[in-house]
């Protein structure tokens, strides 16, 4: 059982950074991989970026060069770091946990989700 719980999100305007946080509890074990999805009003939950327990990440076109994601050293917190945001950033934020070590983009092969974040970017 993984516990999940996002932070760190807030209005900002273009051009702005932020970066989220996910805290995971409970028996994430050694082999895993965490990422983060979004999602906004009225459309699919898409995958932003994500990192296994070697320290290997993987992101989404749409965020390269802009987004980064990254753990601690006790691989108990996850991070994303989100630089020069743009309004089509604007969604809910969500961790998600997958006990095995691939990183997937397909938002069925997580078991387990926090409750998200919001991140809104005005223009």
């Known amino acids: 059982q993984v516990q999940l719980v996002e932070s760190g999100g807030g209005l900002v305007q273009a051009g702005d950074s932020l970066r989220l946080s996910c805290a995971a509890s409970?028996?994430?074990?050694?082999?895993?991989?965490m990422a983060w999805f979004r999602q906004a009003p009225g459309k699919e939950r898409e995958f932003v970026a994500g990192?296994?327990?070697?320290?290997?990440?993987y992101s989404a076109d749409s965020v390269k060069g802009r987004f980064t994601i990254s753990r601690d050293g006790a691989k108990n917190t996850v991070y994303l770091q989100m630089n020069s945001l743009k309004p089509e950033d604007t969604a809910v934020y969500y961790c998600a946990f997958n006990g095995r070590n691939t990183i997937p983009t397909r938002q069925s092969l997580y078991d387990y989700w926090g409750q998200g974040t919001q991140v809104t970017v005005s223009s």
């Open positions: 409970g028996r994430t074990g050694s082999s895993y991989s």
């Open positions: 990192l296994i327990g070697t320290g290997r990440t």
